[in-house]
C-alpha cells in the first residue's frame, strides 16, 4: 500500500464521535497518522480544527450544533492551511455529493465505509493531487451528469462510475480493456470483485432508465443517442461521458 509523501504524519480530526466508532479507533492505532481528536460538535470541530491545524479532517453531515456543510463554511479563512475533508455520512442523497464537491471536500463516502477503503482515498488525494481544482471541477461534472440522468448517489454503483469515468479521461484506452483492466482496477480500490464493479454499474444503468430521464441524457449530448428501449452498456455509456470531459477541457 502506498504511502503518503511527506516527511511527517498527516495530522487527522474525525468529526464523528459515537462511542462505537471504528473510523476513530482504527486512525488512533495507525501508525500513518497522527490523530489529533474527535468531536460530535460543530462547533467544536471548527475550533479544534483552527487551533490544530489537521491535514485531513473526516467529517459526517450531520453534527450537532453545526452540520458538516457549516463547518466548512466557517473554516473557508483557513484558506491554504484548509485540511483535505473527506465525507463519510449515512446520509446518500446526490444533493449532499454534489454540494459537498462543490464547497471543496476531496471525497464523499457513504457509510459503512471500511476504515482500509478510507485510508485508501486519503492516499489517493494526497499523492495525487485530486484534491486540485481541476479534479474538483471534474468531480462535480461528473456528479451533475450522474444526477441529471437518475443515477442516485447512494448506490454502489455511482461510485463504481465515476470511477470509471476518471480513469477513462485519464486513459482513455482503458476502455479497450474494460474487463481485463478497467473492472479490476476499480475492484480494487473499493475492495471488492470485478464481477460486482460490473453488476453494480449496470444496476445503476437500469435505475437511470427507469426513472425515465433519457431525454436529459441526449440534452446533454445534443443528440438523440438513446431511447427508453435502448440502454448503453457500461463501457458506451463510460466512454460517453469521458469524451465529453476530455472535450470540454
Known sequence: MEKIKETKLPKIYIADATEDNLLIDYFKNNSNFDFIGASFDGEQVVEAVKKEKPDVLVMEVMLSSLDGFAVMEKLRDLKEEMPKVFFVSNLSHSGFVTKA????????????????????????????????????????????????????????????????????????????????????????????????VERGMRHAIEVAWNRGKIENINNIFGLKIYNRNEKPTNGELIALIADKMIMDG
Open 101 to 196: 464537491i462543490q464547497m471543496g471536500a476531496s471525497y464523499f463516502m457513504v457509510k459503512p465505509v471500511s476504515p482500509e477503503n478510507l485510508e485508501n482515498r486519503i492516499y489517493e488525494v494526497f499523492n495525487n493531487g485530486r484534491h486540485n481544482s481541476e479534479s474538483k471541477q471534474l468531480d462535480e461534472k461528473i456528479s451533475n451528469i450522474f444526477i441529471s440522468i437518475g443515477i442516485p448517489a447512494h448506490i454502489k454503483g455511482y461510485q463504481f462510475l465515476r470511477e470509471a469515468v476518471k480513469l477513462a479521461v485519464e486513459e482513455p484506452e482503458i476502455i479497450g480493456s474494460i474487463t481485463k483492466k478497467l473492472y479490476p482496477t476499480i475492484a480494487e480500490r473499493f475492495e471488492t470483485s470485478s464481477s460486482k
